[in-house]
């Protein structure tokens, strides 16, 4: 009933750009701060980027300057522009969204089922 979907992955060269989009669907009341993570194999999950319902944005230092959140409230996404890109971006993008759905009509964490990026030459 409520999913949250990412899409706009790919492979890219270093230098390059990429936006991710990530849109909720289904009976939602609310969406709160939406996080886009990363995980590379072996590595531990990372937040990149946050943006609360309030458009008030936070970065991870390493991506900060070249990485943008933002989110379209009527059409329910989140998209995250990533500009200048390098190997060290490759992973796997994920998508967590806080939101009160009918269906759970309280304040939960939703997530997507991520979007593969890889940057390489």
């Known amino acids: 009933q409520v999913q949250l979907v990412e899409s706009g992955g790919g492979l890219v060269q270093p230098g390059g750009s990429l936006r991710l989009s990530c849109a909720a669907s289904?009976?939602?009341?609310?969406?709160?701060?939406v996080h886009w993570y990363r995980q590379a194999p072996g590595k531990q999950r990372d937040l990149v980027a946050s943006?609360?319902?309030?458009?008030?944005?936070n970065y991870l230092d390493s991506v900060r300057g070249r990485f943008t959140i933002s989110r379209d409230n009527a059409k329910n996404t989140v998209y995250l522009q990533m500009n200048s890109l390098k190997s060290e971006d490759t992973a796997v993008y994920s998508c967590?969204?806080?939101?009160?759905?009918?269906?759970?009509?309280?304040?939960?964490?939703?997530w997507g089922q991520g979007t593969q990026v890889t940057v390489s030459s």
């Open positions: 943006i609360s319902r309030g458009g008030t944005t």
């Open positions: 967590n969204a806080n939101m009160v759905t009918i269906y759970r009509p309280y304040e939960y964490d939703y």
């Open positions: 289904g009976s939602i009341l609310v969406i709160n701060t």
